[in-house]
């Protein structure tokens, strides 16, 4: 395994899980083994990937529960390209009793560990939060990919997610380092857009992706096709520009 | 108090914030009495309110961890026009702390009770997450209203958080109802917002809100000014919807 990236970010609706699905998407088809981590009890990033997530006989709470579940869990060679640890609103009841298990903060990292050899990467894919699950990605994590809408409250929120990993790279996971910040659903005609984007390249310079993301439809339509946008419209500005990060993303990895 | 109105959807970026504070701005010009709850530790609605939330003396935590402390912390006549009860990430704590404590899911009724006879509406605006505070929110409200993005994700989480709303009213509260469901950010020149519309209005009809909030600008902006878009551009088309609205949800209340 050459790396494991943890995509969050506490504010909702930025693109987590478009970013981890197509990323995913756009790697795998350049060659690279690549395992995707719904740590959502939202599920979209399974649903995303063309998994039925109430028909799952195994999710991610399983391997929570016990670390030693992880193969059995696993969904090989998804519709996708990739394979897919699931979840589902199961996942929920994990918040609570993980608070009152032994290691609560590394359970998904013991799991991975055992599947370590099997993959070139590893995406995970956050809910909209700092709980006990994004605590566990990133104690799992070597990275952090943060999407990021060029709007205010998103904004705002920056300096909390960039505390609480300084405060897990403190404690449990001393070589967390962050990926990248990606802009998302970028619109360059509106001034709030570019006023933000100005502010995160002044603030965070060389970690902000040269690659942005458009806002583009068909990067909205393609879950309800249970397709990355690479499978559903490759043709699209949404899919260039997520193969162009994945390009960019390799690249760095060599740097 | 004529009603407590949970602003409620565990699916990210829906518009649950800007709901929140423009629904209370406009009914506060209205001449009603109200009281903003806000129960997220990013405290976007503090700060879009026009509060400072880095430089708050008490905040929502010192509520749930002493309901007697309610008066102290209410920020009476902020420049939106209503009172607010502030939240920062402080209240990240609380997650953890809440799950220890005797009556963990009736600290804020307890709480907002001492001020009921003060106000006309309370609104609370709830985290992107089915957790111990949105629980809180759905104990101590009298109905939920649900701001809903038209696209495939926001659409796939609506049947966990009506059952979630559902094993509530069978526990802890059951005269929780159903204010309605908002549909914000539409764009009606893209056929995915016309195909979800469609099929929130066959499963839900009455439920759904005449108005409609579209994309705005305006509404994004507002934010970074503290204020409430009818104060900041009260001729955008933003500011007329979250009127109109305010007008429909006046009328329903007089059935
Ligand atoms: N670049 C884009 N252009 C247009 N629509 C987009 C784009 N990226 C994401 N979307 C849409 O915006 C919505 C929010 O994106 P997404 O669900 O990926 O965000 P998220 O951060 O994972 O949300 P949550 O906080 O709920 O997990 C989804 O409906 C998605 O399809
Ligand atoms: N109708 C609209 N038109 C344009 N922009 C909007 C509209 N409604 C909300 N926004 C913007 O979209 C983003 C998401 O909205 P908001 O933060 O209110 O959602 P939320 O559901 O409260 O998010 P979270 O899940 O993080 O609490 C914000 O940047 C907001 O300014
Ligand atoms: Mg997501
Ligand atoms: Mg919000």
Chains 1, 2 share one sequence.
Do not use: W
């Not at 028909?55 to 016990?66: E, P």
């Not at 809408?149 to 070589?175: D, F, H, M, R, W």
């Not at 990067?219 to 419209?233: F, I, K, N, T």
């Amino acid at each position: 395994m050459r790396k494991i990236v943890a995509i969050t970010n506490q504010k909702g609706g930025v693109g987590k899980t478009t970013t981890c699905v197509n990323l995913a998407a756009s790697l795998a088809a350049n060659g690279n083994r690549i395992l995707l981590i719904d740590l959502d009890p939202q599920g979209n990033a399974t649903t995303g990937s063309g998994i039925d997530k109430n028909q799952l006989r195994y999710s991610m709470l399983d391997v929570l529960s016990n670390p030693e579940n992880i193969r059995q869990v696993i969904q090989l060679k998804t519709p996708a390209g990739y394979d897919l640890l699931p979840a589902n609103s199961d996942l929920t009841a994990s918040e609570v009793s993980l608070l009152e298990s032994d290691n609560k903060e590394a359970r998904l990292k013991i799991a991975v560990q055992k599947v370590l050899q099997d993959y070139d990467f590893a995406l995970i894919d956050c809910p909209p939060s700092l709980n006990m699950l994004t605590v566990n990605a990133l104690a799992c994590a070597n990275s952090v990919l943060i999407p990021m809408q060029c709007e205010y409250y998103a904004l705002e929120g920056i300096s909390a997610l960039l505390n609480t990993i300084k405060v897990i790279k403190q404690s449990i996971n001393p070589k967390l380092i962050i990926e990248g910040i990606l802009r998302t659903m970028y619109d360059p005609r509106n001034s709030l857009t570019n006023d933000v984007s100005r502010q995160l390249i002044n603030h965070f310079s060389h970690l902000v992706y040269r690659t942005v993301i458009p806002r583009n439809i068909r990067l909205a339509e393609a879950p309800s096709h249970g397709l990355p946008v690479l499978l559903y419209d490759k043709h699209s500005r949404g899919s260039a520009a997520y193969r162009t990060l994945a390009n960019e993303f390799i690249r760095e990895q060599n740097g």
